[in-house]
């Protein structure tokens, strides 16, 4: 059995759960999605949840051995390099990555100065990787289809499952960023719900529907009876043609344009230029 201590954290602004994950037995623990707050309208960012993170850490006499990632968010930036630079984490990713810089960096023109083949990650993980967090025994669990990165970790009857799956009243994720594709993410689902009915899945959001109370985590057998997308057995072509037709009426995230381009150079702000000043890029007509 292992001795996994989990502690969230959300971000009421974008609707993500991050996560501090330790051995209870040591002092050892990873970061799982961090957020880098992000201003659209001042083009400032807000250390607040990394900060809160930290003094976690600090409270509970904590290593930090991992910052770990689901995949490059297109809703909120990462704050992998603020924990980072805390820390001394190694930030890991899977390598899948590499894909979806090669589908976003020519959007926006970054050829120069963002290299297409995840090193600016300190690690890329492969599926069915494992490693550790002190004596806790983690899985990297390759699960594309929202984006061709997307990677779950599982230590023992715990998995955090990025945004593959939400909760079961709010279904599953989007598939129409570049790499997408409904049909892996169907797979990918499906792999996920293979595993023990006891087995506990933690959401990276959670958008309180209908004005109810924070949810993050469910039973992998609550989520095959009662997904609103996936549960009662649906197939893959029902699930595809729903998937096709929902993306279709969704608007972009609010952040996409400042969160891809930080997150697919794993946290770190664009290159200061030579008046002391790091820029953003938005594409015209683009997206």
């Given amino acids: 059995m292992t001795d996994l201590r989990i502690q969230h954290f959300y971000d009421e602004a974008t609707g993500t759960l991050s996560y501090v994950v330790w051995d209870g037995s040591g002092s050892k623990a990873a970061v799982i999605d961090c957020v880098l707050g992000y201003s659209m309208r001042s083009g400032r960012t807000d250390r607040r949840q990394c900060d809160e993170i930290l003094a976690f850490v600090r409270d509970q006499n904590l290593s930090v051995d991992w910052i770990l990632e689901t995949h490059a968010h297109a809703d909120h930036l990462s704050g992998a390099q603020v924990i980072r630079e805390a820390t001394g984490a190694p930030v890991a990713i899977g390598q899948g990555i590499r894909d979806v810089q090669a589908h976003f960096v020519p959007t926006f023109n970054l050829a120069d100065e963002v290299a297409v083949d995840g090193s600016q990650f300190d690690h890329l993980f492969t599926d069915g990787e494992t490693f550790s967090i002190g004596s806790l025994q983690c899985e990297v669990i390759g699960t594309p289809g929202h984006t061709d990165d997307s990677v779950s970790y599982r230590i ?9 799956l939400f909760m ?120």
């Fill in 156 to 164: 023992g009857d715990d998995v955090f499952v990025g945004d593959s």
């Fill in 168 to 287: 079961p009243d709010f279904g599953t994720a989007r598939c129409d960023f570049p790499g997408g594709d409904a049909g892996k993410l169907y797979a990918s689902i499906q792999r996920l719900l293979s595993l023990p009915d006891h087995t506990r899945l933690y959401m990276c959001h959670d958008y309180c529907p209908g004005g109810r109370e924070l949810q993050y985590v469910c039973t992998v057998a609550e989520q095959r009876a009662n997904n609103v997308h996936m549960g009662g057995g649906v197939t893959e072509a029902e699930f595809t043609r729903m998937r096709q037709g929902r993306d279709a009426s969704l608007d972009l995230p609010a952040l996409i344009v400042p969160a891809i381009q930080v997150n697919i150079r794993a946290g770190h702000l664009p290159t200061v230029e030579d008046n002391g000043t790091a820029y953003l890029k938005t594409p015209i007509d683009k997206l």
